[in-house]
T-cell receptor, first 120, second 119 residues
Framework: AQKVTQAQTEISVVEKEDVTLDCVYE???????LFWYKQPPSGELVFLIR??????QNEISGRYSWNFQKSTSSFNFTITASQVVDSAVYFC?????????????????FGKGTLLTVNP | EADIYQTPRYLVIGTGKKITLECSQT?????MYWYQQDPGMELHLIHY???????EKGDLSSESTVSRIRTEHFPLTLESARPSHTSQYLC??????????????????FGPGTRLLVL
């Protein structure tokens, strides 16, 4: 069974600090995708990034960066110079083939989320 | 990016009432999903659909039912609401992103959610 572990349940930082959110996954699939979503207090899940299993290049988008390490099955997310607006729950997710779909349909397995609080 | 809508955003209702949570998307996505999110944050897939007239149960057993008569519409119904149904319900949709049947390049886009409180 596929599994996503976000060991940090809650993190609290002071504004402008850098913070890294950890994500470790387990899968038997050779082709898979990893995702990060942000859920602000308003409740909606906002898609941040998708990364496929064949692309281990790190990605940077503004203050956000992602470190994908296949050797350790990790896909960590770093926010540089955190801001109060970054306060949210962050979810890591792994795509997996849906049962009885013959590999033609996929669904997400989510981690339990990390609550990030950025204090002024 | 998908435009996906959920109504109502908030609902407070008494035990025993029948309720329908609406979910619509305007992107023509074939696939739609319902998740239940408990107060501890964890997301549980309760229903999904790969297209019109297709519905499947998710990982978490739910007393709710769904229908998919139109591509853009995926309503969730509770015939008799109970306090244990109090939760946030999130709807999502996706389309296949890459070529080939083995490509899991599907990004799910989520609606704003419905917060349900059953008294």
């Amino acid at each position: 069974a596929q599994k996503v572990t976000q060991a940090q349940t809650e993190i609290s930082v002071v504004e402008k600090e850098d913070v890294t959110l950890d994500c470790v996954y387990e899968t038997r699939d050779t082709t898979y995708y990893l995702f990060w979503y942000k859920q602000p207090p308003s409740g909606e899940l906002v898609f941040l990034i998708r990364r496929n299993s064949f692309d281990e290049q790190n990605e940077i988008s503004g203050r956000y960066s992602w470190n994908f390490q296949k050797s350790t099955s990790s896909f960590n997310f770093t926010i540089t110079a955190s801001q109060v607006v970054d306060s949210a729950v962050y979810f890591c997710a792994l795509s997996e083939a849906a049962p009885n779909s013959g590999g033609s349909n996929y669904k997400l397995t989510f981690g339990k989320g990390t609550l990030l609080t950025v204090n002024p | 990016e998908a435009d996906i809508y959920q109504t109502p955003r908030y609902l407070v209702i008494g035990t025993g009432k029948k309720i329908t949570l609406e979910c619509s998307q305007t992107m023509g996505h074939d696939k739609m999903y319902w998740y239940q999110q408990d107060p501890g944050m964890e997301l549980h897939l309760i229903h999904y659909s790969y297209g019109v007239n297709s519905t499947e149960k998710g990982d978490l057993s739910s007393e709710s039912t769904v229908s998919r008569i139109r591509t853009e519409h995926f309503p969730l119904t509770l015939e008799s609401a109970r306090p244990s149904h109090t939760s946030q319900y999130l709807c999502a949709s996706s389309e296949r992103g890459g070529s080939g049947s083995m490509d899991p390049q599907e990004t799910q886009y989520f609606g704003p959610g419905t917060r349900l409180l059953v008294l």
